[in-house]
């Protein structure tokens, strides 16, 4: 059975490498980030196991804190091995399950020029599966068009009006402001 243990700064060591592969560099955080964010207690590494195996198959790198009691999954993967086997659906539940007294969960698909169509409808879908929602949102992360997606647990989807709000808190949490206005472009969606 899959179970969840919030990682430490080993663990990110470990698992930087798969995350460079796993998503691309202009929306990677900083190593040195991450460690600083965890040892504030604003992030924490989400690592899903067999508990048979004590294999490590998925993992979830999340901004716990932030306005409004959202959290920010920044990063969502299943090891290359796993992938197809369902691991990230239960993964997904797991990680629904212990963010469960939070308003709500973000994540951000990042659309990049150079992807491929099929992999952003599959992530859609995927998300979709778990009740997650895209918002209205006006950023870019690398250069590149963010579509935020809103899982209600909690609170509201309706978060539109404060989306640029919540998503400048999670980046000041992690990112110096010189590195986060190199990383972030947001504004705030004109009605």
């Known amino acids: ?8 700064h080993t663990d990110i060591e470990k698992y930087y490498i798969a995350l460079q592969n796993d998503f691309d560099e202009k929306e990677l955080l900083p190593k040195l980030s991450i460690h600083k964010a965890m040892l504030k207690g604003e992030m924490e590494f989400c690592i899903f196991y067999d508990d048979m195996t004590q294999m490590e198959e998925a993992y979830a790198l999340v901004v716990k804190r932030g306005v409004y009691g959202y959290v920010l999954l920044k990063y969502f993967g299943v090891l290359p091995f796993y992938r197809g086997q369902g691991i990230g659906v239960n993964a997904m539940r797991l990680l629904n399950k212990h963010y469960a007294e939070k308003q ?12 491929e169509d099929q992999t952003l409808i599959k992530l859609r879908k995927f998300f979709a599966r778990f009740g997650y929602v895209k918002i209205d949102s006006d950023y870019r992360i690398g250069g590149s068009e963010v579509e935020l997606l809103v899982k209600p647990i909690q609170g509201s989807e309706k978060i539109d009006a404060v989306a640029h709000r919540m998503i400048n808190d999670f980046y000041s949490r992690v990112l110096s402001s010189a590195a986060r206005s190199k990383m972030i472009d947001i504004k705030p969606i004109e009605k």
Not at 106 to 112: D, H, K, Q
């Open 1 to 8: 059975m899959l179970k969840l243990r919030i990682g430490n």
């Open 104 to 115: 709500g969960i973000l994540a951000e698909l990042t659309v990049f020029d150079d992807e």
